[in-house]
Nanobody, 121 residues
């Protein structure tokens, strides 16, 4: 049973924008905090952004602050990551994840399959 499905990845020019989406099953989404992670070739997985169940609390790692915005639509069981002013260093496989708690801080235990983002110069 697929619980998280990312979409919106692809090729974008540096300086451009792209929005990622993550469609979740109701069971996985409701009541749970959600997050975005990314992993570039040869690098460790990085915690990019997260949002509480209510949406009232968010986290963005320093390297994306002011450029990326995480949001969620609880009526649609969908998570988003709006990414602006993209840099070559943002290229990675982006993963959506859920955690069995309403607050975003802590371990994430349900993962999507990932979506590839490539940034060209």
């Amino acid at each position: 049973q697929v619980q998280l499905v990312e979409s919106g990845g692809g090729l974008v020019q540096a300086g451009g924008s792209l929005r990622l989406s993550c469609a979740a099953s109701a069971r996985t989404f409701r009541g749970n905090a959600m997050g975005w992670f990314r992993q570039a070739p040869g690098k460790e997985r990085e915690f990019v952004a997260a949002i509480s169940w209510s949406g009232g609390s968010t986290f963005h790692t320093d390297s994306v602050k002011g450029r990326f915005t995480i949001s969620r639509d609880n009526a649609k069981n969908t998570l988003y990551l709006q990414r602006n002013s993209l840099k070559r260093g943002d290229a990675a496989v982006y993963y959506c994840a859920a955690r069995d708690a309403s607050s975003w801080s802590g371990l994430y235990d349900v993962w999507g399959q990932g979506t590839q983002v490539t940034v060209s110069s």
